[in-house]
């Protein structure tokens, strides 16, 4: 772990080392430091770092330019500042720094920024390796990915591609070969239906094994699973992780839970329309929905008003029928003065009552709009 540190003030640099050396969790060697920050920005061209220490009043450059400098030339830089200065807490969070240490630091408050590094370079290290590793995707159009390459997989019919995602959707159990023919071939004889589970099987081995994709289609006790080797990983089983990891979201955990939000593409298996897996896309759609409002609620506590107001109207998309999405979203649009956009959501929410909903306005939501006018007034 390379460690970079911008201070104008030696002693202060010297007082974070001696820290550091005191938690025997980091190399000295690993240690690299500047009081000036255009030596350390012309070290950057050329050098890596893992993470930066970088005080924020200084006179040849104030430390959140400094920090926005360094993340243009590494971007997977993670920033950590330093500073006497509490008022500097929503910008340093705004450009989404790892910790914000106020001087004099102690050291169990640096214990908590060390553990923090340590889970922030686990993370992205664990992100290098699946990038490595072959992802199904089902959080939007079902498909297959090794690397960043998509693997073509050339259905020989409909059924068999049903029957590879039917039992991706149920992984983590074994599936009845009686569900299956329910699920897939409901209007068949007993007969038929068989032969045809017997020969999709077949098929879909086969297309397993032509493209060298590390599953096992195991059949015990009359029920069929779909076995996924160590090097595949299911977009779905990342996101629920993600949300067992990241209960809450927290200054600690936001990057992650802003990053995480990508894993999404769309709509559960939304390219396929199976009866079977409308609620998981229901439950996954609204789990997708409260973390985008946990972190707008964060940023708005925050006072990082613009990019909750981001994360506020996305969730709206997914859930356009949320009053209290609505009215959390008006009370940001005036904490903002953005006046035409109450007007112009206004608009959009009526109607939704009246032409989606065919119901009456929200009370709540019209009481608001009449005290808001009011004040304008």
């Known amino acids: 772990m390379k460690l970079l540190m911008i201070d104008d003030e030696r002693m202060a640099i010297e007082h974070l080392k001696t820290i550091l050396e005191k938690s025997q ?25 893992d993470v930066a220490f970088v005080d924020i009043e200084m006179p040849e450059m104030n430390g959140l330019v400094l920090a926005e400098k360094l993340k243009s030339l590494q971007p997977q830089i993670e920033i950590i500042f330093v500073t006497a200065f509490q008022e500097y807490a929503v910008e340093a969070f705004e450009q989404y720094a790892l910790d914000y240490l106020l001087k004099p630091v102690r050291r169990e408050r640096m214990q908590t920024t060390i553990n ?101 289609i195991k059949f015990q006790d009359e029920s069929y699973q779909l076995i996924l080797g160590t090097e595949i990983v299911v977009d779905v089983d990342q996101w629920h992780h993600h949300l067992q990891q990241h209960p809450t979201v927290t200054s600690v955990n936001i990057r992650a839970c802003i990053d995480a939000l990508h894993v999404k593409q ?24 409260n973390r985008l409002m946990d972190i707008a609620r964060f940023l708005s506590e925050t006072k990082q008003y613009d990019e909750a107001i981001k994360y506020y109207e996305q969730a709206f998309q997914l859930n356009s029928y949320d009053q209290q999405i609505m009215i959390e979203l008006f009370q940001l649009y005036a904490i903002k003065h953005r006046n035409s956009d109450i007007e112009r959501f206004y608009k959009e929410v009526q109607h939704i009552y009246q032409e989606e909903l065919v119901t009456p306005m929200s009370k709540m939501i019209e009481r608001w709009y009449r005290n808001w006018q009011k004040k304008l007034e």
């Open 266 to 289: 769309g709509r559960y298996m939304q390219n396929l329309d199976y009866n079977w897996a409308n609620n998981e896309q229901a439950y996954l759609e609204k789990s997708y929905t």
């Open 116 to 216: 923090r590094i340590h889970t922030r370079l686990k993370e992205k290290k664990s992100l290098a390796k699946s990038l490595e590793m072959v992802t199904i995707h089902l959080l939007g159009n079902l498909t297959i990915q090794k690397g960043d390459q998509a693997i073509d997989l050339k259905w020989r019919s409909g059924r068999v591609k049903e029957l590879f995602a039917l039992l991706l959707h149920f992984r983590q159990q074994p599936i009845s070969k009686f569900d299956i023919i329910d699920y897939i071939w409901p209007d068949f004889s007993d007969k038929k239906a068989s032969t045809h589970l017997h020969m999709t099987i077949y098929r879909l081995r086969q297309l397993i094994q032509t493209h060298e994709i590390d599953v096992v």
């Open 25 to 49: 969790q980091v190399e000295l060697d690993d240690v690299v430091t500047f009081v000036s920050p255009s030596d350390a920005l012309q070290w950057a061209q050329t050098e890596q770092a």
